[in-house]
């Protein structure tokens, strides 16, 4: 099945993934500028009334870069709804959503009918983040018009079956648009999430470190420093098991080799002064592909060098055919 027009400008096959409190307006911006679709967690504009004011700014900046780039138009920017019972935003972001007509919209942490029918009103689709293969049949019998399979290794919420399972099984029934995640932080990994099966990688981790992304100097720095052996699962700090650096864990006074079990009930997105804002701010989600992030640059020269990377790959997987 062939993706969707709204990806026809992509210069590499990427999302950005939202990243909770980091992804903000310029990170956006300048991830749909180099050619990759960008997004952010509504939740990330607060108070309510900034969400508006946010999508008006990417809106504006993307129409004026292309009208002066019509060669090399923008990529397609994407808005993450949580679905989770603890966000009580949520019916007033999907409002806002469809004032701006959203061409994309990112659940997670649930999957309803009416969110996905409401998106399909003003033409917008839906990409649906899932762990396992039973949750991929739930978002699609719901509605959902694709899918973003969560593999083990990735940072923040993530599942622990192995990508190639996971793709492999849900490839077995569902020919429609699939956003990989999992470690994905090169252009050779790019390039093989597209050889499991997958339309499109989906990055999240990697643009923690780029100049435009909202994150502390010190989260910056720990990424670069930072490989697969340094991330912790746990499900402490949400009630939902998630990826994250050891370092902020030790940071926090905690033992990152002695966590305890969280109940699941704990796990709330609120509008305000939440415990998990609290837990992202001060633990740092963070997924297992790191090992070649090696500096804090531009969102620009980040995507040029996934470019340089994944033509590489292509060419020595065409000598070996």
Request: proline share 5%; glycine share 10%; aromatic share 8%.
């Given at each position: 099945?062939a ?6 400008n992509l210069r590499?096959p990427?999302?950005g993934?939202?990243l909770f409190?980091?992804s903000?307006p310029e990170?956006v911006?300048?991830q ?6 960008g997004s ?12 508006d004011?946010w999508?008006?700014?990417?809106t ?5 870069y ?6 090399k ?7 993450n709804?949580i679905?989770h019972?603890s966000?009580n ?11 701006w007509?959203i061409p994309?919209?990112?659940?997670s942490?649930g999957a ?6 409401a ?5 917008g689709?839906?990409?649906h983040?899932?762990i396992?293969?039973?949750f991929a049949?739930?978002?699609i ?9 969560v ?7 993530a ?6 399972a996971?793709?492999?099984?849900i490839?077995?029934?569902?020919d429609g648009?699939v956003a ?7 252009g050779?990994?790019?390039l093989?999430?597209q ?12 643009f923690i470190?780029a100049?435009?992304a ?10 670069v420093?930072?490989k697969?052996?340094?991330?912790v ?7 939902v098991h ?5 370092k902020s864990?030790?940071n ?10 969280s109940d699941?009930?704990k796990?709330?997105f ?8 609290k837990a992202?701010?001060d633990?740092w989600g963070?997924?297992q592909?790191?090992g070649n992030?090696?500096?804090?640059a531009s969102t ?5 060098k ?9 060419q020595r ?5």
């Amino acid at each position: 099945m062939a993706l969707p027009s709204l990806f026809d400008n992509l210069r590499l096959p990427v999302i950005g993934s939202p990243l909770f409190i980091i992804s903000g307006p310029e990170l956006v911006i300048a991830q749909c500028k180099a050619g990759i679709v960008g997004s952010f967690p509504s939740l990330n504009a607060r108070p309510q009334s900034q969400f508006d004011e946010w999508l008006h700014q990417i809106t504006e900046e993307l129409a004026a870069y292309d009208k002066a780039n019509p060669d090399k138009p923008s990529a397609p920017f994407a808005v993450n709804q949580i679905v989770h019972r603890s966000n009580n935003r949520l019916e007033e972001d999907l409002e806002t959503c469809a004032k701006w007509k959203i061409p994309l919209v990112i659940t997670s942490l649930g999957a309803r009918e009416e969110l996905n029918n409401a998106v399909h009103e003003w033409g917008g689709i839906v990409m649906h983040d899932v762990i396992n293969d039973r949750f991929a049949h739930k978002a699609i019998e719901k509605g959902a018009d694709g899918l973003i399979p969560v593999a083990a290794g990735a940072g923040g919420h993530a599942g622990t079956t192995s990508p190639f399972a996971l793709m492999q099984e849900i490839r077995a029934w569902y020919d429609g648009p699939v956003a990989l995640s999992g470690s994905i932080a090169s252009g050779a990994a790019i390039l093989s999430a597209q050889t499991m099966g997958a339309d499109l990688a989906y990055i999240g981790s990697a643009f923690i470190s780029a100049k435009e992304a909202r994150a502390s100097e010190d989260y910056k720095q720990g990424i670069v420093d930072g490989k697969a052996a340094d991330i912790v699962y746990s499900n402490l700090f949400t009630g939902v098991h998630g990826n994250y650096l050891k370092k902020s864990i030790e940071n926090a006074g905690l033992d990152p080799n002695n966590l305890p079990e969280s109940d699941p009930s704990k796990m709330n997105f609120g509008s305000g002064g939440n415990t998990a804002a609290k837990a992202w701010k001060d633990i740092w989600g963070c997924g297992q592909g790191i090992g070649n992030i090696d500096e804090v640059a531009s969102t620009a020269d980040l995507v040029a060098k996934f470019k340089r990377e994944y033509d590489t790959a292509a060419q020595r997987i065409t000598s070996l055919l």
